[in-house]
């Protein structure tokens, strides 16, 4: 990692130096991993406030003595991975990377309603049911696109488990939510970060300006939560180190640069991120739905591009899994939900959240992908990089840590 020294002034960096990445970005991951992960960052601010009973899994309260503002910042699409592409356009970013980051596990599957609910509560996806982008409504042949999430089903059941926000407005703890305007009172929200005051903000200038006066705003502790989506969707959209990714990335440094100049002296800044992001080639593209063997015995699919949930007809998961363990070859590993749960993917899981997971799990290696070109919305098909698999590029994001 290179770059100029982290700004000066108003803020200091708080780290052990530079973080080794844990492997190779196509890597597999296993389900177990040592060090840090995304569902440890909250509870790790709370301990930091001082929340009775908190724990503190990231070991940041002896760094940040003193603190009573936190504000966490959440960068769609930052992967660890990521880092040194963005870092020429990203000077502030890239110094702050090689100087207090470190890598977190984002957990599996590696996909922004996931990650975010798992950031929200601290817990696994299992337990917290979000799992995955789309899954099945267990009962129903419905598929749940969890960013279309409304009111249906109830936010409150289909995600029980109580957020760290609403555990550290319990403690007093002035608790806000710095996100885009349309996502105010949207099921993900409410799944993620019930507890908290919504501030709608789009754009940098918006979101630094909006999650400054919310850090400054009392004079007690005080947690602030903010969400920025644009590298995330300019990655979908152009492919990671594209022009608009570029752009995009400049954007966050400015954003973080605004952030950190701008804490107040008893304040520290959080950054994180809920995935990365590969470029898939049009070589490595699979699709389900034009292709007879992949949609033998299945009922519904679910879940996306790299990393699949099949719902099939009684008694065919051994033939689905022979079918399409056969058609991907190496491009793919094919186990059943019963594997993927035993061997711990999602953490415990549930009786209740099962259903949600696929009887068939798929999940791409490299940078191979499985479309459903006529099932799906025609722009998914559409995209230049993707996530939600187990590569180290997909699950690995950063945590960086600067206190004011």
């Known amino acids: 990692m290179t770059g100029p020294v982290p700004p000066t002034g108003a803020a200091s960096p708080v780290g052990t130096g530079p973080a080794a990445a844990i492997d190779g970005p196509l890597a597999i991951l296993g389900p177990d991993h040592a060090g840090g992960r995304l569902a440890d960052v909250l509870p790790s601010a709370l301990a930091v406030l001082g929340v009775p009973g908190a724990a503190d899994p990231l070991g940041l309260a002896p760094a940040l003595a003193g603190v009573r503002r936190i504000a966490v910042l959440l960068v769609d699409g930052l992967g660890w991975y990521q880092l040194p592409t963005a870092a020429p356009y990203a000077p502030t970013l890239a110094g702050l990377a090689a100087t207090v980051g470190r890598p977190l596990i984002a957990g599996f599957p590696s996909t922004t309603p996931t990650s975010l609910v ?166 490595h593209r699979f699709d389900l739905d034009t292709d007879p063997r992949l949609r033998a015995s299945v009922r519904l699919v679910a879940g996306e591009a790299r990393v699949r949930y099949l719902h099939v007809v009684p008694g065919a998961v051994d033939d689905v899994v022979a079918a399409w363990s056969e058609v991907l070859g190496a491009a793919a590993r094919v186990r059943t939900r019963d594997e993927m749960v035993a061997d711990g993917w999602f953490g415990p899981v549930p009786e209740e959240h099962l259903g949600r997971i696929g009887d068939v799990v798929v999940s791409c290696n490299d940078t191979y992908a499985v479309l459903a070109t006529r099932t799906e919305r025609p722009m998914a098909s559409r995209l230049v990089a993707y996530h939600g698999s187990d590569s180290a590029a997909e699950l690995t994001v950063p945590l960086l840590v600067v206190r004011g």
């Open 118 to 283: 798992t950031l929200g509560t601290g817990v696994a996806p299992g337990a917290h049911g979000v799992l995955g982008f789309t899954v099945r409504v267990p009962g129903t042949d419905r598929v749940l696109t969890h960013t279309d999430w409304a009111a249906d089903p109830s936010p409150l059941r289909w995600q029980p488990v109580p957020t760290q926000l609403e555990r550290a407005r319990a403690a007093g703890v002035a608790v806000t939510v710095v996100s885009r305007p349309e996502f105010g009172g949207s099921g993900l929200t409410l799944a993620a970060n019930r507890g908290g005051d919504f501030r709608g903000a789009a754009g940098v200038d918006a979101v630094a300006a909006t999650m400054l006066a919310a850090l400054a705003a009392g004079p007690g502790p005080t947690l602030v939560s903010g969400y920025h989506p644009d590298l995330d969707r300019h990655g979908h959209l152009g492919g990671v180190d594209s022009t608009p990714w570029r752009v995009a990335a400049s954007e966050v440094d400015a954003l973080l640069a605004r952030l950190v100049d701008g804490l107040p002296p008893d304040a520290a800044l959080l950054v994180t991120a809920d995935h990365g992001q590969l470029n898939v080639p049009a070589t």
